[in-house]
């Protein structure tokens, strides 16, 4: 009978070490430790004990846990793919010759941006994305200035004009 208990002790903590290494599984490890995980199962010897059905359904859990998991996984690599190439189209279009056209391109990767990011840690990405928003707002502030610039100096040129015509004038 010790022996009976012994067994079914080691048969118990087999089955529990494949689940609980198979819920210790994280990111691209995933795969492999599923299909790790069911072919140790598979191999294990046949155990018909009281914790059977408890043990075959934890371990069915944790399968469909780790396929959540990566199918979390995936997603978020995928996302995070996504943000890279609007990060480039990003910087890219911030440094674009034509400002008005670099403006009109940059709000809908914007809101691409917002669509794709929320709810996600982007990290790197975000600053990526952030320095471009900032770049095409620093080029449009020289421009403005610029055009202020320009403004202001024709308006003192026309100005000094009138003050020659009134002086011609009198």
Do not use: M, N, Y
Not at 10 to 33: F, H, N, Q
Not at 94 to 122: H, K, M, N, T, Y
Not at 148 to 163: G, T, V
């Amino acid at each position: 009978q010790e022996r009976e208990a012994t067994e079914r002790a080691e048969a118990v903590a087999a089955r529990d070490r494949i689940s609980t290494t198979l819920a210790a599984a994280e990111g691209p490890a995933i795969p492999a430790a599923i299909e790790g995980a069911r072919g140790a199962w598979a191999a294990l010897p046949p155990f018909a004990g009281p914790e059977t059905l408890a043990l075959e359904r934890q371990f069915e859990e944790e399968v469909q846990a780790a396929e959540r998991r990566l199918a979390a996984f995936r997603d978020l690599a995928a996302r995070r793919a996504r943000l890279d190439e609007i990060c480039a189209k990003a910087e890219s279009v911030a440094e674009s010759a034509d400002l008005a056209a670099a403006r009109a391109a940059f709000s809908p990767l914007a809101r691409e941006w917002e669509s794709e990011g929320g709810g996600i840690d982007v990290g790197a990405l975000a600053e990526r994305f952030r320095a471009a928003a900032d770049r095409l707002s620093t080029r449009e502030h020289e421009e403005r200035a610029q055009r202020d610039r320009h403004e202001k100096q024709d308006r003192e040129r026309l100005e000094a004009s009138l003050r020659g015509a009134r002086a011609e004038l009198r």
